[in-house]
Structure formats: C-alpha cells, structure tokens
C-alpha cells in the first residue's frame, strides 16, 4: 500500500486575502541610549518656586553698649534687689555718712530694674520684695545704739522717716509691673491665646 505524504497545515494568510496595509516603523533618532523615548524640551516658563520654609526668628542680640536684659524669677529678683540695696546701703554708709537721703534716691533705680527684669511669670513679685530689700538695706545705714535693741529702733526710726523713698519706689515697680502686664495681655489675645488667670 502506498503511504501518501501529508503536508502539514500552515497558519497563515492565505493568498486569495489582501493584506493590510503596513505601518511605518517609528524613527529611532528620538531614542536614548537605552532604547526609551527622549522627552522633546519644553519651552521656558514660569516655575513654581517652594513655599519657603518659615524659620522661627532668632532672638536680637544684645545692642552694643546696651543694658543687659536678664529674666529673673521671684525669688532672684527679691535676691537681687536685697543684696544690692545692701550693698548700696554699706556703701552711702561709708561714703555719705550714713545719708538716709542718698539712700533713698538710689533705691528708685534699683526698684526700676528689679520690676524690668523680672519674667513675665513672676510679674507681681516685684512690688512685694521691692519693700523688703529697702529694709535690709537699711540695716548698715540706720543708727543705733549697740545691741539687737538698738538696731531694731534705728531702723524703724529709719523706715518711718524714709517712707517717701519707700512708697515712691514701690510705686515706681507697681506701675512698670501694671504696664508690662497690659502688653502682656493685649499680645496674647492679638495672637489668640487665652491669658492665664
């Protein structure tokens, strides 16, 4: 018997069908290196620039020449305000022979800049130990008779005939204290921060 051959059947067009049209092959001269398009350049244009980056300001440096500006709390500015009326007592004791007056005068600026550099935290502390310190400072410049006794009626001697610098000191811290306190308010509720109370 003869075997006849079989031909395999071929999956393609066939011959009697028209075939469709060829598409142009894309160029290559828009290609990179690594076979991938190149992005044509766009024209220049506005950029939109980065919100800047808000850094909290720096604080001022001191001025050159200016006074110091310390905060102190209560307890320091009581301290500083009785050791240097001490100090300054001893001192018109030495120098002015125990003037209650010279006493007296140098008392307001102490009491200014204890009611300056007091922190806002401790505001009404300064009219309070304002009045103390000019009582320690007085303990060098009172006179008296030697012994406890004596001293202790050489200053309130000294404390009732100096009232005027006492009151005028404490008026002086009370109304600077009253002051920076307002600016203190007012700055918190422009800001929209309750004040504590």
Request: aromatic share 6%; glycine share 14%.
């Amino acid at each position: 018997m003869e075997q006849y051959r079989t031909r395999s059947p071929q999956y393609g067009p066939r011959r009697d069908r028209p075939r469709p049209p060829r598409q142009p092959v894309p160029s290559q001269a828009g290609r990179g290196a690594g076979g991938e398009p190149v992005r044509a350049a766009r024209p220049p244009g506005p950029r939109r620039r980065p919100a800047p980056v808000r850094r909290p300001a720096p604080a001022p440096a001191p001025a050159a020449g200016g006074l110091p500006n310390p905060r102190l709390t209560g307890l320091g500015s009581g301290l500083f305000c009785a050791v240097v009326m001490f100090l300054l007592g001893a001192l018109c004791s030495a120098l002015f022979g125990s003037s209650l007056t010279a006493y007296g005068v140098l008392f307001l600026p102490v009491s200014v800049l204890t009611a300056l550099w007091v922190r806002r935290g401790d505001l009404m502390t300064a009219p309070v130990v304002v009045p103390i310190a000019f009582a320690v400072g007085l303990l060098p410049v009172a006179d008296g008779e030697d012994g406890t006794g004596g001293t202790l009626m050489g200053l309130v001697t000294a404390l009732a005939t100096q009232a005027g610098w006492l009151y005028g000191g404490t008026l002086v811290a009370g109304l600077i204290v009253i002051v920076r306190r307002i600016r203190l308010v007012h700055r918190r509720r422009t800001a929209g921060v309750r004040p504590p109370v």
